[in-house]
């Protein structure tokens, strides 16, 4: 037990709401947890930020939060700005400013919730994703040539990197460890025979490894996940993707079991002494920011999953339960079929803590 130092950056749309209330509920969270306290440094960037200054952040952000042991994010995105800048001068450099190569997003049908799938109940999907979450095809090289002309070109190259595939994987497969001993790869290397046929050589030798003897492996064309997580998502336990495939992913992997509002998701190196990075899969979502109905659940398990990063492991799992016992008897937000507000929801989050 310690003394956190959380970094805040709440940006736009409804991630202010949200990251209001998960606030709340870890304050709350620290006065019933002996020794648990946290200190909480919020920082005004986003679009706003960018309206005042040209910029979503100081150049020098990356220095300012470096000191936090973690750093929760609610939402980056409007419409008045386009969504190329807004992800690519702040999300995307975080990311890649601390080498943060994990994006675990867990996909769950937690109970009390309905999958739009016919015949799924609680507990039947239970996934751990793994993006890539460093290069591949978000790598910021490139440019445009003639723009605006009639011949004009665009290029983005994809790269991939052995020790950015490599230690994915390993993330993947070390979580298998703990879990059902199952990993599957999903690429699309049929089509992309230079880059992903890599991956999947990489995917192979990881595989090999005498660690994880005992790890059952299967492997899906990104086409064909898409159909199977629909089809049997019963089938995928450890997934494991590129960059864009996983965020393509991820969000189908939300619908099936309810939807944005409760796609949490970390961001992480675990080899490296960065601040790791939390936020909700979801976006700013603009049309309902200031209603106060945005629903926070995905922020309060993206805290969890903080908690435990921060060797909090008792505290997330109370935190976790608390999320999990609201979802399955309490007044969701109207996403989820309820009249439940942000705020009301983490209220009934911090009675069931
Ligand atoms: N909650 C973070 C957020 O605003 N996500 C929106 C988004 O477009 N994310 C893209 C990505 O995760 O790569």
Same mark, same amino acid.
């Given at each position: 037990?310690?003394?956190?130092?959380?970094?805040?950056?709440?940006?736009?749309?409804?991630?202010?709401?949200?990251?209001?209330?998960?606030?709340?509920?870890?304050?709350?969270?620290?006065?019933?947890?002996?020794?648990?306290?946290?200190?909480?440094?919020?920082?005004?960037?986003?679009?706003?930020?960018?309206?005042?200054?040209?910029?979503?952040?100081?150049?020098?952000?990356?220095?300012?939060?470096?000191?936090?042991?973690?750093?929760?994010?609610?939402?980056?995105?409007?419409?008045?700005?386009?969504?190329?800048?807004?992800?690519?001068?702040?999300?995307?450099?975080?990311?890649?400013?601390?080498?943060?190569?994990?994006?675990?997003?867990?996909?769950?049908?937690?109970?009390?919730?309905?999958?739009?799938?016919?015949?799924?109940?609680?507990?039947?999907?239970?996934?751990?994703?793994?993006?890539?979450?460093?290069?591949?095809?978000?790598?910021?090289?490139?440019?445009?040539?003639?723009?605006?002309?009639?011949?004009?070109?665009?290029?983005?190259?994809?790269?991939?990197?052995?020790?950015?595939?490599?230690?994915?994987?390993?993330?993947?497969?070390?979580?298998?460890?703990?879990?059902?001993?199952?990993?599957?790869?999903?690429?699309?290397?049929?089509?992309?025979?230079?880059?992903?046929?890599?991956?999947?050589?990489?995917?192979?030798?990881? =595989?090999?490894?005498?660690? #994880?003897? !005992?790890? +059952?492996? $299967?492997?899906?064309?990104? %086409?064909? *996940?898409?159909?199977?997580?629909?089809?049997?998502?019963?089938?995928?336990?450890?997934?494991?993707?590129?960059?864009?495939?996983?965020?393509?992913?991820?969000?189908?992997?939300?619908?099936?079991?309810?939807?944005?509002?409760?796609?949490?998701?970390?961001?992480?190196?675990?080899?490296?002494?960065?601040?790791?990075?939390?936020?909700?899969?979801?976006?700013?979502?603009?049309?309902?920011?200031?209603?106060?109905?945005?629903?926070?659940?995905?922020?309060?398990?993206?805290? =969890?999953?903080?908690?435990? #990063?921060? !060797?909090? +492991?008792? $505290?997330?799992?109370?935190? %976790?339960? *608390?999320?999990?016992?609201?979802?399955?008897?309490?007044?969701?937000?109207?996403?989820?079929?309820?009249?439940?507000?942000?705020?009301?929801?983490?209220?009934?989050?911090?009675?069931?803590?």
């Amino acid at each position: 037990m310690a003394k956190h130092s959380i970094g805040l950056i709440p940006a736009d749309g409804i991630g202010p709401e949200v990251v209001t209330q998960a606030v709340r509920v870890l304050r709350a969270l620290a006065k019933s947890e002996r020794g648990l306290e946290f200190s909480f440094t919020k920082y005004p960037w986003g679009s706003d930020f960018y309206h005042e200054t040209g910029r979503m952040c100081p150049e020098n952000f990356l220095n300012r939060v470096r000191k936090h042991d973690a750093i929760l994010l609610g939402a980056v995105g409007r419409p008045d700005i386009p969504d190329h800048i807004t992800l690519n001068q702040l999300l995307l450099p975080l990311r890649r400013g601390f080498d943060l190569y994990v994006n675990m997003r867990p996909i769950v049908l937690y109970e009390g919730l309905e999958s739009p799938l016919r015949g799924y109940e609680p507990g039947d999907i239970d996934m751990l994703f793994f993006r890539e979450n460093t290069e591949g095809e978000y790598s910021p090289i490139g440019g445009r040539h003639y723009e605006g002309h009639p011949s004009q070109m665009a290029a983005q190259i994809t790269l991939f990197t052995r020790m950015g595939c490599e230690r994915i994987i390993e993330a993947a497969f070390e979580a298998a460890l703990k879990r059902k001993k199952h990993v599957t790869n999903i690429t699309k290397s049929n089509a992309q025979g230079h880059t992903l046929v890599m991956w999947d050589e990489i995917f192979e030798e990881v =595989a090999a490894r005498p660690r #994880y003897k !005992g790890v +059952e492996t $299967a492997k899906y064309l990104v %086409d064909a *996940a898409a159909l199977e997580f629909v089809r049997r998502p019963e089938h995928f336990d450890v997934v494991v993707s590129t960059n864009l495939f996983g965020d393509i992913l991820t969000d189908l992997g939300a619908a099936i079991v309810g939807g944005l509002g409760v796609a949490a998701s970390a961001n992480t190196n675990p080899k490296g002494d960065a601040p790791g990075l939390f936020e909700p899969v979801h976006g700013s979502a603009p049309d309902i920011m200031g209603k106060g109905i945005a629903n926070p659940v995905a922020a309060l398990i993206s805290a =969890a999953l903080m908690l435990d #990063y921060l !060797g909090e +492991e008792r $505290a997330s799992k109370r935190l %976790d339960g *608390a999320v999990r016992a609201h979802l399955a008897e309490g007044n969701r937000t109207a996403d989820l079929g309820g009249t439940g507000t942000t705020r009301s929801v983490a209220t009934d989050v911090i009675k069931r803590l």
